[in-house]
């Protein structure tokens, strides 16, 4: 677990060799476990928090057991994505983290986050995102990380600019559930 001093961003600024449990200010970000899978259905299963990805919604345990199994596996290549608790009282609040991806044939980290409504709008997924970029650069600092975006996600869009992100109008795709928007922490 990273230990030390919190920089002016609320990220704790202590390198750390493991990054799979990682505190900010506020917030305490670990690998998730299959016991997260109620959690994860809850959160995933709310129609406010999968508005702008859909096919990310689950319905049911054992796809939020799945979805569990496919994070603990990304992993494998230096980070993943992480369950978030909020520090002052240990109850799991959202996911956020990066991932390992190829867009465009350039390696990167993908930056995901995701709050229950009741935690939305008071800084977490800001604060989680920054943790999870400079997580990115401690593993790899070759791998930008980069946030695909819909255009009507202005709440992403939000936390991509307060991280510092460059919207790449040209490196825009389809997604799952339509186009991306693709934000990135560096020039691509």
């Known amino acids: 677990m990273l230990v030390g001093a919190c920089g002016r961003d609320g990220v704790v600024t202590t390198p750390a060799d493991d990054p799979s449990e990682v505190r900010t200010a506020r917030l305490l970000l670990r690998r998730p476990a299959e016991a997260d899978a109620p959690f994860v259905l809850a959160l995933h299963s709310d129609p406010r928090t999968t508005s702008h990805n859909p096919s990310d919604a689950?319905?049911?345990?054992a796809g939020a057991i799945e979805r569990i199994r496919l994070w603990r596996g990304h992993w494998e290549q230096g980070l993943g994505y992480w369950i978030v608790e909020e520090s002052a009282t240990g109850a799991p609040i959202g996911v956020c983290g990066v991932k390992a991806v190829d867009?465009?044939?350039?390696?990167?980290?993908?930056?995901?986050?995701?709050?229950?409504?009741?935690?939305?709008?008071?800084?977490?997924?800001?604060?989680?995102?920054?943790?999870?970029?400079?997580?990115?650069?401690?593993?790899?600092?070759s791998r930008p990380v980069v946030a695909r975006i819909r255009a009507e996600n202005t709440a992403s869009r939000r936390v991509a600019e307060a991280l510092g992100m460059v919207r790449h109008p040209d490196l825009d795709l389809d997604g799952d559930d339509g186009r991306d928007e693709v934000w990135s922490t560096a020039a691509l």
């Open 58 to 61: 689950l319905d049911d345990l």
């Open 103 to 141: 867009l465009h044939g350039m390696p990167s980290w993908n930056l995901l986050h995701r709050f229950s409504p009741a935690a939305q709008g008071r800084g977490f997924a800001r604060e989680a995102a920054r943790a999870a970029v400079a997580a990115g650069a401690r593993v790899d600092v």
